[in-house]
Nanobody, 124 residues
Framework: VQLQASGGGLVQAGGSLRLSCAAS????????MGWFRQAPGKEREFVAS????????YYGDSVKGRFTISRDNAKTTLYLQMNSLRPEDTAVYYC??????????????????WGQGTLVTVSS
């Protein structure tokens, strides 16, 4: 599957952004999906993941209560609603797909397909 992330930009602290990840190809609904981020000089960090049906979601501790992951299988699109943004949320955000057999959702190496990344910058 090919992934195309969009929706990044510059926002003030406390603001909101919604990221999208459009998937092309077949069988979007068989992939667990995830969002990761990477700030300059830091390792890639797990942000959120969602199960194939969308019924189960998981979040990294730093974004719990502020970010919401969702998906629309009919539109083959993944979303990340980001609220109450902080300067420390500044990073390139990547969407990723985990093929069967499924791996640990918080590990980047378990995901087989990646989008190109979209930059989110939060000013203080």
């Amino acid at each position: 599957v090919q992934l195309q992330a969009s929706g990044g930009g510059l926002v003030q602290a406390g603001g909101s952004l919604r990221l999208s990840c459009a998937a092309s190809g077949r069988d979007f609904n068989i992939y667990n999906m995830g969002w990761f981020r990477q700030a300059p000089g830091k390792e890639r960090e797990f942000v959120a993941s969602i199960s194939r049906s969308g019924s189960n979601t998981y979040y990294g501790d730093s974004v719990k209560g502020r970010f919401t992951i969702s998906r629309d299988n009919a539109k083959t699109t993944l979303y990340l609603q980001m609220n109450s943004l902080r300067p420390e949320d500044t990073a390139v955000y990547y969407c990723a797909a985990d093929y069967p057999p499924y791996g640990a959702r918080w590990k980047p190496n378990e995901y087989e397909s990646w989008g190109q990344g979209t930059l989110v910058t939060v000013s203080s």
